[in-house]
């Protein structure tokens, strides 16, 4: 990994994205916005307000405008919207903003899911979900989008087809990365407050444990689908669970508190965002190995590894994106 470019202005990325060619940064409650970047140029293309009239958007009860706060999103397979959710509401109507610390019977304000039209780079649908939304996945056959909601303990299931949310699934404290497998069928959620990743059959919606280790976070699939690859926060290991032999297979220690990652589009390498420490590292998936660690600000929380120009894109809290060439 060689930087390129250092990416500053009114951001604050909790976390970034990637998509045919389009980089998402999504900046909480202290900058209120998404901000959209060209993949090849580095360029920013558009700063997308958080801001919503709900009434407009086809929800009673509500008056005036309201803002969010983007914590994650995620690009549809037709890469026509980019699904965004928001830690908590503020505006009229929202009076207990969701806090890290909480359970189901907290009392904290459900918050929205919106929807991004990348023709326009506007919000052009919202909907109603838990109560601290986190990670967003879009199944890749466009069907689902999925929802791991913070506090209330549970993944929200939303019928891209009907626009309606189908499905409540009780996940357990603090549920929040998600992986789909290519073929759609099965959705894996990791339990941060425990030591399982949920894999649930999203034909039936049954639902199988699968022991990972303590304090889970950010999950990838390999290409061939084999290998669940899985940061564990508190101990900052990045571990391998084969589902063949549905165990762990390998674990490395990275840094302090790891928190994203990403994988390679060919599958050799992981890129692991360690949060205490200020690094991100590369790690080769055949053995292991770690191949880089590379000192890359305070408090990095977001990776992804893009794949038209084989770079990655490194989220920090403070107020950059840092964009690696892989060489």
Not at 122 to 151: E, F, H, Q, R
Not at 187 to 204: E, K, N, P, R
Request: proline share 4%.
């Amino acid at each position: 990994m060689v930087l390129i470019k250092t990416i500053t202005g009114e951001i604050r990325p909790k976390s970034v994205a990637s998509s045919n060619g389009l980089i998402s940064a999504h900046n909480m409650m202290y900058r209120h916005s998404v901000t959209l970047y060209n993949a090849e140029t580095m360029e920013l293309l558009a700063t997308i307000p958080d801001r919503v009239d709900l009434t407009k958007l086809g929800f009673t009860g509500y008056s005036g405008t309201h803002q969010g706060a983007p914590v994650e999103g995620a690009f549809s397979p037709d890469n026509k919207y980019l699904y965004v959710t928001n830690y908590a509401m503020y505006g009229k109507g929202f009076t207990k903003e969701g806090h890290d610390v909480c359970s189901p019977t907290s009392g904290y304000d459900r918050s929205f899911l919106y929807r991004i039209n990348l023709s326009t780079y506007s919000i052009d649908a919202a909907y109603k979900v838990g109560t601290v939304p986190k990670v967003v996945k879009v199944t890749p056959d466009n069907k689902y989008v999925l929802v791991s909601n913070w506090c209330s303990y549970d993944l929200y299931v939303l019928d891209v087809a009907t626009q309606k949310i189908i499905k409540i699934i009780k996940i357990g404290p603090y549920p929040r990365g998600i992986v789909v497998s290519k073929d759609s069928r099965y959705a894996f959620v990791a339990q941060m407050g425990g030591s399982v990743i949920h894999q649930i059959d999203l034909q039936t919606f049954s639902v199988k444990k699968l022991t990972i280790g303590v304090n889970p976070r950010a999950l990838v699939l390999s290409p061939d689908q084999n290998m669940i690859y899985a940061t564990l926060n508190k101990s900052g290991q990045v571990v391998a669970f084969d589902r063949t032999q549905n165990k762990v297979v390998n674990s490395v220690k990275t840094g302090a508190a790891t928190r994203s990652l990403d994988i390679s589009s060919d599958g050799t390498a992981l890129f692991v965002v360690n949060f205490n420490s200020g690094t991100v590292s590369k790690i080769r998936t055949s053995d292991f190995k770690i191949l880089q660690t590379e000192k890359v600000c305070k408090e990095p929380i977001g990776v992804t590894f893009e794949s038209n120009q084989q770079r990655t894109w490194v989220a920090c809290y403070q107020g950059s994106i840092k964009v690696f060439a892989n060489q």
